[in-house]
Nanobody, 122 residues
Framework: QVRLVESGGGLVQAGGSLRLSCAAS????????MGWFRQAPEKEREIVAR????????LYADSVKGRFTISRDFAKNTVYLQMNSLKPEDTAVYFC???????????????WGQGTHVTVSS
């Protein structure tokens, strides 16, 4: 079992920055891939970024590449999503999720956080 708790969402102006955090507990932190997803109103959920179990590999959606950075802190069992140059179209509920194992390309995420709202005003 993995428990995930997100924080750090809020309201920001376009061009600004936010850092989301996802605190994990339960299984050994290095035993799973972590991902950040988002879901905007009336849109399907999409994956934004993922990071390998070791923290050495990352993947990003084209829409956020160069603006967002995912990282994980093994001392704090926390995954971060640093979001820079935010745009109104980044407005969504952001979720972190854990995919058991070490395959960064595995598309099944087994545990989910409750989500945190991000609103980017124009």
């Amino acid at each position: 079992q993995v428990r995930l708790v997100e924080s750090g969402g809020g309201l920001v102006q376009a061009g600004g920055s936010l850092r989301l955090s996802c605190a994990a507990s339960g299984r050994t932190f290095g035993d799973y891939v972590m991902g950040w997803f988002r879901q905007a109103p009336e849109k399907e959920r999409e994956i934004v970024a993922r990071i390998s179990a070791s923290g050495q590999s990352t993947l990003y959606a084209d829409s956020v590449k160069g603006r967002f950075t995912i990282s994980r802190d093994f001392a704090k069992n926390t995954v971060y999503l640093q979001m820079n140059s935010l745009k109104p179209e980044d407005t969504a509920v952001y979720f972190c999720a854990a995919s058991l194992g070490r395959n960064i390309l595995r598309n099944t995420f087994d545990y989910w956080g409750q989500g945190t709202h991000v609103t980017v005003s124009s």
